[in-house]
T-cell receptor
């Protein structure tokens, strides 16, 4: 099935650094979501975005819904070791219940 | 509150054997989803239910896969016969009716290895 293009695929950063990742699609979504998956666990919702241009924060996380509705960005400020994991974007189209299209994931490693 | 509960957490089986994965969604959630995660293909939606009724099974790989939801608190995903290429982590997720915007609650997954 279709997947969203997510970049970068992986990141190795030092504790305290800021992180940016993005997700693009060839088609429009009505909702963009960002999930985080810890090793050995299921994905957990971090942020949901419902309107084009929307900028939403959750602690050190900030995400934006692109104006074209075909992309989204996630920023993490002042990274800490527990930020390690895989970050997935997901898009949802109206009228498809909760059927999501997931991105390919960005694997984040944080070094001390 | 209890989250989505999946069992078993790990399953190792031999090719040709039947595998049954189980899921208990969050109480009150009317939608239940089965996903498969592999390195090559990422997270793939296999099937989802609304009020125990299968709505979209277009992601089920082939006839060897089947899923049931006999009641609101239980679902199974069965693979018969299993093949090595079925090795993956299988996730169950649920969401309430009002959550039609994609806010899924995932279980911890069942890691399947078919030898």
């Amino acid at each position: 099935g279709q997947q969203l293009n997510q970049s970068p695929q992986s990141m190795f950063i030092q504790e305290g650094e800021d992180v940016s990742m993005n997700c693009t699609s060839s088609s429009i979504f009505n909702t963009w979501l960002w999930y985080k998956q810890d090793p050995g666990e299921g994905p957990v919702l971090l942020i949901a975005l419902y309107k084009a241009g929307e900028l939403t924060s959750n602690g050190r996380l900030t995400a934006q819904f692109g104006i074209t509705r075909k992309d989204s960005f996630l920023n993490i400020s002042a990274s800490i070791p527990s930020d390690v994991g895989i970050y997935f974007c997901a898009g949802h189209r109206a009228g498809t219940a909760s059927k999501l299209t997931f991105g390919t994931g960005t694997r984040l490693q944080v070094t001390l | 509150d209890a989250g989505v509960i999946q069992s078993p957490r790990h399953e190792v089986t031999e090719m040709g054997q039947e595998v049954t994965l189980r899921c208990k969604p969050i109480s009150g959630h009317d939608y239940l989803f089965w996903y498969r995660q592999t390195m090559m293909r990422g997270l793939e939606l296999l099937i989802y239910f609304n009020n125990n009724v299968p709505i979209d099974d277009s992601g089920m790989p082939e006839d060897r896969f089947s899923a049931k939801m006999p009641n609101a608190s239980f679902s199974t995903l069965k693979i018969q016969p299993s093949e090595p290429r079925d090795s993956a982590v299988y996730f169950c997720a649920s969401t309430p009716v009002r959550g039609v915007t994609g806010e899924l609650f995932f279980g911890e997954g069942s890691r399947l290895t078919v030898l």
